[in-house]
């Protein structure tokens, strides 16, 4: 399968100054998140590939050697208490695909060292698929499991099954409406992971960082949320 990028020059989800930016933000609550977002193609562009789901399997692997068990187990201190990745908005054109990383205050103080990380973890995902040294087992777990699921889920509120349904039927054959969710492919689409991999480029990241005692200049207009918006660092391009 071959996803067409989002094009350049269209509208989309970030201003030409939030890509390859750090958007820093005035918390309402305590919290400590680095979260990077990249514009990539729709979300039914990748129905067939599970591409995203895939990869936000394997950066938010429990697993030894994985993202989250680097960030918030093996390094001493920890850097992270959870770690997340997924597709996190979708509009007509595009989504956005975010890996968002809860920080410690070790965290907070040494973000760019835990961008970095996630920036090496990509890296690692390209090479092992670059080399055929990626392995297959984490599809067929994720295919397994959809299964299972499929299989053994409850009854749904019938209200809630009909809208899902219907928001479905736009791209979804109407034999597939109740598995489309559920299905997976028999083997990894190499070449659409690769594609999606390619887009997660520091140029193209809006990067969030949520904790800091900045002093913030701007401020968005619908809920006056105090905000820094600043380039990245050439180095960390």
């Not at 080399?131 to 067929?140: D, I, Y």
């Not at 690769?194 to 990241?205: G, I, N, S, V």
């Not at 701007?218 to 391009?237: D, F, K, M, V």
Request: hydrophobic letters at 40%; one cysteine or more.
């Amino acid at each position: 399968a071959c996803v067409p990028p989002p094009v350049a020059g269209t509208a989309g989800p970030f201003s030409a100054a939030q890509r390859g930016g750090l958007l820093t933000a005035k918390p309402v609550r305590d919290m400590r998140l680095v979260r990077l977002m990249w514009e990539v193609a729709a979300e039914p562009e990748y129905r067939a590939s599970k591409a995203p789901y895939l990869l936000s399997s394997l950066l938010a692997s429990e697993r030894e050697g994985s993202l989250e068990w680097l960030l918030t187990k093996h390094l001493t201190p920890p850097l992270a208490t959870s770690v997340s990745a997924s597709t996190l908005y979708s509009i007509a054109d595009s989504s956005v695909y975010a890996v968002s990383i809860s920080l410690t205050l070790e965290g907070l103080q040494r973000y760019e060292e835990v961008m970095a990380l996630v920036y090496g973890g990509l890296q690692h995902v390209r090479a092992s698929l670059d080399g055929g040294a990626f392995p297959e087992h984490p599809n067929g777990e994720r295919a397994a499991m959809s299964r299972l699921y499929f299989d053994l889920a409850e009854p749904s509120d019938p209200l809630a099954t009909a809208k899902s349904l219907a928001a479905r039927m736009k791209n979804t054959r109407a034999t597939d409406l109740l598995s489309q969710p559920f299905e997976w492919p028999a083997e990894t689409d190499r070449h659409e992971l690769q594609q999606l991999l390619a887009l997660l480029q520091p140029d193209r990241a809006c990067t969030l960082l949520v904790g800091t005692d900045a002093e913030y200049t701007q401020s968005e207009p619908w809920y006056g949320t105090p905000y820094n918006l600043a380039p990245l660092p050439q180095e960390r391009i």
